[in-house]
């Protein structure tokens, strides 16, 4: 076709770029803080232009809430997944809910990027009124999968079992993220045990554990 070659242009994979993204502002949050996930860094790190990158978000926070987000998205797969393969396999009823309350704690540098991006994002939320909602959904994740966990167990007052059970979480979060070595992955499954049998011992609203 010689000098009438028109060549149509490589579509556009939206989702890659959102994912190439939001994988940057992972590493970057991790690696130097908030402030090193910045247009020009993220950027860089995604192997796209700034221009590209501004077309998807909208400043520096609208790359926190972006990479915030896929996170969700990430995480709630993977407890699809957990709950699919158990209940192919019949596996031990608490065996599947540590292995879900494990997730979303920084056990691996994959954890560790989002539970970095996830505490970020809702200190952002905290002054920023826009991101509110989103920042309640992602500390809700918790408390929603043991509430369910401890529905299916039959406890009784299963809202106050969660908010215990997400408390554990919660703490170990912290406790990971910035002191790694503090205690080792099979203490945390034990430490999560421990804690889902206090959360089974729980009686109704306002009574004592047997």
């Given amino acids: 076709m010689g000098r009438y070659d028109v060549r149509m242009p490589k579509p556009v994979d939206v989702e890659e770029r959102r994912r190439a993204i939001a994988d ?21 790190r995604s192997g796209l232009n700034i221009g590209s990158v501004r077309h998807y978000v909208d400043g520096a926070s ?7 987000r896929v996170m969700a998205e990430r995480v ?7 709950a699919s393969r158990a209940s192919e396999r019949g596996m031990d009823g608490e065996q599947v809910a ?21 505490l970020a994002f809702t200190e952002l939320a905290r002054v920023e009124p826009d991101f509110a909602a989103e920042a309640k959904n992602l500390l809700e994740a918790p408390r ?11 406890v009784a007052d299963v809202r106050l079992g969660a908010e215990l059970m997400a408390a554990s979480i919660d703490g170990l979060t912290l406790a990971l993220l910035h002191d790694p070595g503090r205690i080792s992955q099979g203490e945390v ?18 009574g004592d554990a047997e």
């Fill in 24 to 44: 940057a502002v992972f590493e970057l949050v991790d690696e130097r803080g908030v402030e090193g996930a910045s247009l020009r860094n993220v950027a860089e």
């Fill in 189 to 206: 499954r034990e430490l999560l045990r421990a804690q889902l049998g206090l959360c089974m011992a729980l009686r109704s609203e306002g």
């Fill in 62 to 68: 609208g790359m926190l809430a972006l990479a915030a």
């Fill in 98 to 118: 540590l292995d879900l309350f494990e997730e979303f704690l920084p056990l691996d540098e994959r954890r560790r990027h989002e539970v970095t991006v996830w």
């Fill in 144 to 154: 929603e999968v043991s509430a369910l966990v401890l529905q299916r167990a039959g």
């Fill in 76 to 82: 709630e797969a993977r407890l699809r997944a957990i």
